[in-house]
């Protein structure tokens, strides 16, 4: 009676019967003609009231002759509605409202969700709109709105809804010396303003993007998703409206020229559970990828259980299985793979650069473009004389590129089983200053990785590296190994030890006996026998030793050429190649232009021109004064390339060229298609605009749909998930659920009038926190008495403010923020704060990336919470304890338990036990000299209020009892103050500091603080 507040006159349908009608027949007698039973259908007027020979299951004004309630009190188990085997019963009071309902006309009526919302009228002056509807109803139950908040509670409730961190105490007291009317809207724009507003308001929108850090099935490898997250932070603190950011998370990709955060944004519909597992199969994860989608996106903006069709047409609502698979369509098309692949970058994805990354690309381009200027200048300096035209033919030349000598390839990473060590002179070098020296206990090497540029191969080359073997400890074995794609490159000399590849072959070639000792010796390779081809890419060298001792100078690669037939010295040989060889040289507008024609076809200028290039970039003589311009621009390049090589990636949405056909599967097998079906949205709601003339509906058509002002439900759901955000508890309960089986909102004028004000001012999503916020609904004491609590002990009328635990994150945040020990920093990947060992592994694959939890260092365990790393088969422990989701589907609403691990956590938990001890070093450094001034210090600063005089003395007596423990126990104090990785300050007596510590850790588990009041 408390949400329908029907004491006396005729039932409301939508309000009052549709509900029981729902919850009790509509499985049996609704939407779904597959399960209807009797050919009887009561969730439509027609149905009710017709006549099936001569029988009416209802008839208005008569219960008496209406066959539904005739059923309903009888007594016959056979007869009786509900039947038994449903174990659903209708109370006296669902009874007594049918009833009533059926002798006043038996009305129906659409369901309220489904119809447009409409404003009602405010009466002239009333400055507060929510305060009326809601005070309107507090007055029809006999009850009156609470006195507002204490200020310095309410402060603190503003501060944790904002930004989820408590107020220090001078911003506290800068609210409490602001008496103005304004003050409190001031201090909700200013918070508005930092950046913790969007980290904390992004929290609850990652919860229904299932947004997470991991693929979620099988190997449960990490993704990489985080640059949405940072850009769904980004778009609340850029107040960008509810609609643009449907728009860009449901079609970014397919927005007219698609910036990076509209593409980035499209991420929304990939933040999904994937598999990798092999065995899967390819047209099941298409179609169940697509049903996630679909469902999703129902549920998020719409409110609807659209999934209950995927099988059947919908037992409740008017969803048929045909009008879901419609929608359905527009997800059955995009271009990401049916399997994940265990990648991290599964396409498509798109590359984002770090902050600073743009300015420095483009300060890269512009000092490439100088030099390029410069080379071209000195291209035309250059003279030169074809070998092809000398009168004597020059010898043959030798090429060489010196790889590794004193130093590494750019970029190249030093790995292998031992460090890399070097000697100088006087011991073996034979160039340069330094030789690299390996000296090995069975099989060890130095091994080099990642080398940008690469070495390319080229026909002819052989690879060399020098050698000087111990006398004294010679190696029983010599390797060396490249890599190019994989490892499978191999040349040795000596005995046959190492056992990598198969003997014989391009992975394990026998070039010889090993080398004389005591003396530099050239090894060389011909790339043929080792299989790599011309245009591999040399990214990896190694030498490999068995035993013994040996040093290694000089190693790099050597072309033998014929200046007349080399391309690369012979003007005239290059344009001779094949015209698809000469491409590979060219860019792509010059190869353009002179495609499919003749060199000897090309002008003057376009000889000319490739010429220029052709000594610019392939010449292998050039002046010293070219090499020198040609490194600079490859230094500043290859730097271009590490930038870009650094970036963020992101998955994004794209759909494919040509669209799959989509059909209805029947009983939602995957394999099992029956009628075809195109894009379109269910019949109950406003229908698509008319379709494009060149080309079908696609994503951004549906997002249009969604937020043009006419969806009855888009700013419904909207406005009561922020609703809920701030109470607890929505309008409508049932967040996720806005049809017939979900609950009639407890004031639906008020959800109404907010939804189509949240339309008409631009869906202005902070307008609509500050007009929640600056409300006396908001404002007021959450104080309550034992009759309210009777009448009303969901807080559904609102006679006083929201209190409820705060959520997992801004639990810790809190603890971090009061300890001093968080660290601000924004964006990023996922950090791994503490957790307790051995959660990741019981459910980790051996070849997973995430079978291992490796705990993060520094400033990565004191970040904020929602940057912490998400793995969906083992949460967060922290996260899971406080009823925070795992990500695995969309979750609209968490639940808010209340249990003894949570108290042990907050107690005994590493970074809260840290936390406490990092407070209390400031309550000693910051709270005054007296025992009792720290104690309210330290109060006020976790509460925003001072205690009470009774408060401080139980604290104080707290106080002694530790002191006196811990002065007495050293060794428990010193073990107390060193939980986790930050240091105690060793100016402050141990015992001392534990004493205090255990009262920080009191006053972090206080009611007041874990609550929000």
Same mark, same amino acid.
């Given at each position: 009676?408390?949400?329908?507040?029907?004491?006396?006159?005729?039932?409301?349908?939508?309000?009052?019967?549709?509900?029981?009608?729902?919850?009790?027949?509509?499985?049996?007698?609704?939407?779904?003609?597959?399960?209807?039973?009797?050919?009887?259908?009561?969730?439509?007027?027609?149905?009710?009231?017709?006549?099936?020979?001569?029988?009416?299951?209802?008839?208005?004004?008569?219960?008496?002759?209406?066959?539904?309630?005739?059923?309903?009190?009888?007594?016959?188990?056979?007869?009786?509605?509900?039947?038994?085997?449903?174990?659903?019963?209708?109370?006296?009071?669902?009874?007594?409202?049918?009833?009533?309902?059926?002798?006043?006309?038996?009305?129906?009526?659409?369901?309220?969700?489904?119809?447009?919302?409409? $404003?009602?009228?405010?009466?002239?002056?009333?400055?507060?709109?929510?305060?009326?509807?809601?005070?309107?109803?507090?007055?029809?139950?006999?009850?009156?709105?609470?006195?507002?908040?204490?200020?310095?509670?309410?402060?603190?409730?503003?501060?944790?809804?904002?930004?989820?961190?408590?107020?220090?105490?001078?911003?506290?007291?800068?609210?409490?010396?602001?008496?103005?009317?304004?003050?409190?809207?001031?201090?909700?724009?200013?918070?508005?303003?930092?950046?913790?507003?969007?980290?904390?308001?992004?929290?609850?929108?990652?919860?229904?993007?299932?947004?997470?850090?991991?693929?979620?099935?099988?190997?449960?490898?990490?993704?990489?998703?985080?640059?949405?997250?940072?850009?769904?932070?980004?778009?609340?603190?850029?107040?960008?409206?509810?609609?643009?950011?449907?728009?860009?998370?449901?079609?970014?990709?397919?927005?007219?020229?698609?910036?990076?955060?509209?593409?980035?944004?499209?991420?929304?519909?990939?933040?999904?559970?994937?598999?990798?597992?092999?065995?899967?199969?390819?047209?099941?994860?298409?179609?169940?990828?697509?049903?996630?989608?679909?469902?999703?996106?129902?549920?998020?903006?719409?409110?609807?259980?659209?999934?209950?069709?995927?099988?059947?047409?919908?037992?409740?609502?008017?969803?048929?299985?045909?009008?879901?698979?419609?929608?359905?369509?527009?997800?059955?098309?995009?271009?990401?793979?049916?399997?994940?692949?265990?990648?991290?970058?599964?396409?498509?994805?798109? $590359?984002?650069?770090?902050?600073?990354?743009?300015?420095?690309?483009?300060?890269?381009?512009?000092?490439?473009?100088?030099?390029?200027?410069?080379?071209?200048?000195?291209?035309?300096?250059?003279?030169?004389?074809?070998?092809?035209?000398?009168?004597?033919?020059?010898?043959?030349?030798?090429?060489?590129?010196?790889?590794?000598?004193?130093?590494?390839?750019?970029?190249?990473?030093?790995?292998?089983?031992?460090?890399?060590?070097?000697?100088?002179?006087?011991?073996?070098?034979?160039?340069?200053?330094?030789?690299?020296?390996?000296?090995?206990?069975?099989?060890?090497?130095?091994?080099?990785?990642?080398?940008?540029?690469?070495?390319?191969?080229?026909?002819?080359?052989?690879?060399?590296?020098?050698?000087?073997?111990?006398?004294?400890?010679?190696?029983?074995?010599?390797?060396?190994?490249?890599?190019?794609?994989?490892?499978?490159?191999?040349?040795?000399?000596?005995?046959? $030890?190492?056992?990598?590849?198969?003997?014989?072959?391009?992975?394990?070639?026998?070039?010889?006996?090993?080398?004389?000792?005591?003396?530099?010796?050239?090894?060389?390779?011909?790339?043929?026998?080792?299989?790599?081809?011309?245009?591999?890419?040399?990214?990896?060298?190694?030498?490999?030793?068995?035993?013994?001792?040996?040093?290694?100078?000089?190693?790099?690669?050597?072309?033998?050429?014929?200046?007349?037939?080399?391309?690369?010295?012979?003007?005239?040989?290059?344009?001779?190649?094949?015209?698809?060889?000469?491409?590979?040289?060219?860019?792509?507008?010059?190869?353009?232009?002179?495609?499919?024609?003749?060199?000897?076809?090309?002008?003057?200028?376009?000889?000319?021109?490739?010429?220029?290039?052709?000594?610019?970039?392939?010449?292998?003589?050039?002046?010293?004064?070219?090499?020198?311009?040609?490194?600079?621009?490859?230094?500043?390049?290859?730097?271009?390339?590490?930038?870009?090589?650094?970036?963020?990636?992101?998955?994004?949405?794209?759909?494919?060229?040509?669209?799959?056909?989509?059909?209805?599967?029947?009983?939602?097998?995957?394999?099992?298609?029956?009628?075809?079906?195109?894009?379109?949205?269910?019949?109950?709601?406003?229908?698509?605009?008319?379709?494009?003339?060149?080309?079908?509906?696609?994503?951004?058509?549906?997002?249009?749909?969604?937020?043009?002002?006419?969806?009855?439900?888009?700013?419904?759901?909207?406005?009561?998930?922020?609703?809920?955000?701030?109470?607890?508890?929505?309008?409508?309960?049932?967040?996720?659920?806005?049809?017939?089986?979900?609950?009639?909102?407890?004031?639906?004028?008020?959800?109404?009038?907010?939804?189509?004000?949240?339309?008409?001012?631009?869906?202005?999503?902070?307008?609509?926190?500050?007009?929640?916020?600056?409300?006396?609904?908001?404002?007021?004491?959450?104080?309550?008495?034992?009759?309210?609590?009777?009448?009303?002990?969901?807080?559904?009328?609102?006679?006083?403010?929201?209190?409820?635990?705060?959520?997992?994150?801004?639990?810790?945040?809190?603890?971090?923020?009061?300890?001093?020990?968080?660290?601000?920093?924004?964006?990023?990947?996922?950090?791994?704060?503490?957790?307790?060992?051995?959660?990741?592994?019981?459910?980790?694959?051996?070849?997973?990336?995430?079978?291992?939890?490796?705990?993060?260092?520094?400033?990565?365990?004191?970040?904020?919470?929602?940057?912490?790393?998400?793995?969906?088969?083992?949460?967060?422990?922290?996260?899971?304890?406080?009823?925070?989701?795992?990500?695995?589907?969309?979750?609209?609403?968490?639940?808010?338990?209340?249990?003894?691990?949570?108290?042990?956590?907050?107690?005994?938990?590493?970074?809260?036990?840290?936390?406490?001890?990092?407070?209390?070093?400031?309550?000693?450094?910051?709270?005054?000299?007296?025992?009792?001034?720290?104690?309210?210090?330290?109060?006020?600063?976790?509460?925003?209020?001072?205690?009470?005089?009774?408060?401080?003395?139980?604290?104080?007596?707290?106080?002694?009892?530790?002191?006196?423990?811990?002065?007495?126990?050293?060794?428990?104090?010193?073990?107390?103050?060193?939980?986790?990785?930050?240091?105690?300050?060793?100016?402050?007596?141990?015992?001392?500091?534990?004493?205090?510590?255990?009262?920080?850790?009191?006053?972090?588990?206080?009611?007041?603080?874990?609550?929000?009041?």
């Amino acid at each position: 009676m408390l949400l329908t507040g029907v004491a006396c006159g005729a039932p409301d349908f939508t309000r009052d019967i549709r509900p029981i009608l729902a919850d009790k027949c509509f499985a049996c007698h609704g939407p779904d003609s597959n399960t209807r039973k009797a050919k009887l259908r009561l969730d439509t007027h027609e149905g009710a009231l017709g006549d099936r020979n001569e029988v009416q299951a209802i008839v208005p004004g008569d219960p008496d002759n209406s066959e539904a309630w005739i059923r309903i009190l009888s007594q016959d188990p056979d007869e009786v509605m509900p039947p038994p085997d449903s174990h659903k019963k209708l109370s006296s009071a669902e009874k007594d409202l049918l009833k009533q309902w059926i002798i006043q006309g038996a009305v129906y009526e659409e369901h309220w969700a489904f119809l447009a919302p409409k $404003k009602a009228s405010i009466p002239e002056g009333n400055n507060s709109p929510i305060d009326f509807f809601l005070q309107q109803r507090l007055k029809s139950e006999g009850l009156e709105p609470a006195p507002l908040a204490q200020p310095e509670t309410l402060v603190r409730r503003i501060y944790l809804d904002l930004i989820g961190l408590p107020p220090r105490p001078e911003e506290v007291d800068a609210f409490l010396s602001d008496p103005s009317p304004e003050a409190i809207e001031q201090l909700i724009e200013s918070l508005m303003k930092r950046p913790s507003y969007g980290e904390h308001m992004a929290r609850y929108w990652l919860d229904l993007a299932r947004y997470a850090d991991t693929h979620g099935l099988h190997l449960d490898n990490e993704r990489s998703m985080w640059s949405y997250r940072d850009w769904v932070v980004r778009a609340f603190n850029q107040n960008i409206s509810f609609a643009d950011f449907t728009r860009w998370q449901l079609a970014g990709d397919l927005m007219p020229g698609a910036t990076l955060d509209q593409q980035i944004a499209s991420g929304f519909n990939r933040c999904n559970v994937t598999t990798g597992e092999g065995g899967s199969i390819n047209e099941e994860w298409i179609y169940r990828n697509a049903v996630e989608r679909t469902s999703t996106t129902v549920e998020v903006w719409m409110g609807l259980t659209a999934g209950c069709a995927v099988c059947h047409d919908h037992k409740f609502d008017p969803i048929s299985t045909k009008e879901y698979y419609s929608m359905y369509s527009f997800f059955h098309s995009t271009a990401d793979p049916a399997l994940d692949g265990n990648k991290i970058d599964t396409p498509p994805i798109l $590359k984002v650069p770090r902050p600073g990354d743009e300015a420095r690309l483009a300060e890269l381009d512009k000092k490439i473009e100088g030099i390029e200027k410069r080379i071209g200048r000195a291209v035309s300096e250059v003279t030169y004389r074809d070998p092809a035209d000398l009168e004597t033919p020059p010898d043959g030349t030798i090429r060489e590129t010196v790889w590794i000598e004193d130093g590494f390839p750019n970029e190249a990473t030093q790995l292998g089983n031992k460090d890399w060590k070097t000697v100088s002179r006087p011991d073996p070098v034979l160039s340069g200053s330094k030789a690299f020296v390996l000296e090995a206990n069975e099989l060890e090497q130095l091994v080099l990785s990642g080398a940008n540029p690469p070495l390319i191969v080229e026909q002819g080359m052989k690879l060399f590296a020098h050698v000087y073997i111990d006398t004294l400890n010679p190696p029983q074995q010599i390797m060396l190994q490249f890599h190019s794609d994989n490892w499978e490159h191999r040349a040795y000399w000596g005995n046959n $030890k190492i056992e990598w590849g198969k003997a014989g072959t391009i992975s394990r070639r026998r070039m010889g006996d090993l080398p004389e000792s005591g003396r530099w010796i050239r090894l060389e390779v011909d790339v043929a026998q080792v299989g790599l081809k011309p245009g591999a890419k040399i990214n990896g060298w190694a030498y490999t030793h068995f035993d013994g001792k040996a040093y290694w100078d000089k190693s790099g690669a050597m072309v033998t050429t014929d200046p007349v037939q080399d391309p690369a010295l012979s003007w005239k040989k290059w344009k001779s190649q094949p015209e698809n060889v000469r491409r590979k040289d060219l860019p792509a507008a010059i190869w353009r232009r002179l495609s499919g024609r003749l060199p000897d076809e090309w002008t003057h200028a376009e000889q000319k021109e490739a010429f220029n290039l052709w000594i610019s970039r392939i010449y292998a003589n050039p002046p010293e004064k070219l090499i020198d311009l040609k490194a600079e621009k490859d230094k500043l390049v290859a730097e271009q390339e590490t930038v870009r090589k650094n970036s963020a990636v992101t998955f994004v949405m794209a759909d494919l060229p040509k669209a799959r056909e989509s059909f209805v599967m029947k009983r939602g097998e995957y394999d099992n298609p029956g009628e075809k079906v195109t894009r379109g949205v269910p019949a109950f709601l406003p229908q698509l605009p008319e379709k494009p003339k060149d080309r079908d509906y696609n994503r951004l058509d549906l997002a249009d749909w969604l937020v043009n002002g006419k969806h009855p439900l888009t700013a419904r759901v909207a406005v009561n998930r922020f609703w809920q955000q701030f109470f607890g508890t929505g309008l409508v309960k049932t967040s996720a659920d806005f049809g017939t089986q979900g609950e009639f909102p407890s004031h639906p004028e008020l959800l109404d009038w907010l939804a189509v004000q949240f339309v008409d001012e631009g869906w202005n999503i902070q307008q609509l926190v500050k007009r929640i916020m600056t409300s006396h609904a908001y404002r007021q004491s959450s104080f309550t008495s034992a009759a309210l609590q009777k009448q009303d002990p969901e807080n559904r009328l609102l006679a006083r403010g929201p209190r409820h635990r705060l959520d997992a994150e801004v639990i810790r945040d809190q603890a971090l923020n009061l300890s001093g020990l968080m660290v601000s920093k924004i964006g990023g990947r996922g950090v791994r704060p503490y957790q307790p060992p051995n959660i990741w592994e019981p459910v980790g694959f051996a070849s997973s990336n995430t079978r291992n939890y490796n705990q993060g260092k520094g400033d990565d365990l004191y970040r904020k919470s929602i940057y912490t790393f998400l793995k969906r088969t083992a949460p967060p422990p922290f996260m899971a304890t406080f009823d925070g989701p795992n990500r695995e589907q969309s979750c609209a609403a968490r639940g808010r338990s209340n249990t003894p691990m949570q108290a042990l956590h907050l107690m005994n938990d590493v970074q809260h036990v840290e936390a406490a001890r990092a407070l209390a070093q400031r309550i000693l450094e910051e709270g005054g000299v007296s025992s009792g001034d720290r104690v309210r210090w330290a109060w006020r600063l976790a509460t925003a209020r001072y205690p009470t005089e009774e408060e401080t003395r139980i604290v104080l007596n707290a106080l002694q009892l530790h002191q006196k423990r811990y002065l007495e126990d050293a060794e428990a104090a010193t073990a107390l103050i060193n939980f986790g990785d930050s240091q105690p300050d060793p100016g402050i007596v141990a015992g001392e500091l534990a004493a205090w510590t255990m009262i920080a850790n009191l006053l972090l588990n206080l009611d007041e603080v874990v609550n929000k009041n």
